[in-house]
T-cell receptor, first 114, second 113 residues
């Protein structure tokens, strides 16, 4: 059974650019959640995708958007990058089969915006 | 709104000594509670979880946690710490029917020889 994988591991962008981060969910999981972890902070919820639809969103602006594909993998897109977008972006997969949902995290993508 | 407080930013424990990391949550309904561990530059690894039932839950690596509803707490414990336990520990709260996990700011555990 493969775990959650993310790509790339590291990324450097300049302010104003756009970035796409990718996540492959754990085998058997149908739900992907994205979190932003700034330095020295706990992860903050960006949004969740379930069956290719957005299923909840945190306090992030619309320039943060996402997709989920039929194989349950997911992308996080960030437009018009700002310096404060520098962070570790974590993807978590889970299975919505019943109410007891456990999220399993990938290794993250570290984004640096210059 | 949900919130999680981890009062200790850093804790230093001698190798072989016992450990308790504190977590307090605020949530109106029955919470789902989690502890995750993060090594430097890594993602989060699930240590243990509580949904319902027995309030003392066992996790991986010899960790356990106890849910105390009256104190809104879910403290993490380990009887004997190993140097490899040095990492950052995050407590998180979720709930049935909600997609988000709300995390605390984390507690950095340092293990001294």
């Amino acid at each position: 059974e493969t775990g959650v994988t993310q790509s790339p591991t590291h990324l450097i962008k300049t302010r104003g650019q756009q970035v796409t981060l990718r996540c492959s969910s754990q085998s058997g999981h149908n739900t992907v959640s994205w979190y932003q972890q700034a330095l020295g902070q706990g992860p903050q919820f960006i949004f969740q995708y379930y069956r290719e639809e957005e299923n909840g969103r945190g306090n992030f602006p619309p320039r943060f958007s996402g997709l989920q594909f039929p194989n349950y993998s997911s992308e996080l897109n960030v437009n018009a990058l700002e310096l404060d977008d520098s962070a570790l972006y974590l993807c978590a997969s889970s299975s919505k089969q019943g109410v007891e949902e456990t999220q399993y995290f990938g290794p993250g993508t570290r984004l640096l915006v210059l | 709104a949900q919130s999680v407080t981890q009062p200790d930013i850093h804790i230093t424990v001698s190798e072989g000594a016992s450990l308790e990391l504190r977590c307090n949550y605020s949530y109106g309904a029955t919470p789902y509670l989690f502890w995750y561990v993060q090594s430097p530059g890594q993602g989060l690894q699930l240590l243990l979880k509580y949904f319902s039932g027995d309030t003392l839950v066992q996790g991986i690596k010899g960790f356990e946690a106890e849910f105390k509803r009256s104190q809104s707490s879910f403290n993490l414990r380990k009887p004997s710490v190993h140097w490899s336990d040095a990492a950052e520990y995050f407590c998180a709260v979720g709930a049935a029917g909600y997609s988000t996990l709300t995390f605390g700011k984390g507690t950095m555990l340092l293990v001294s020889p």
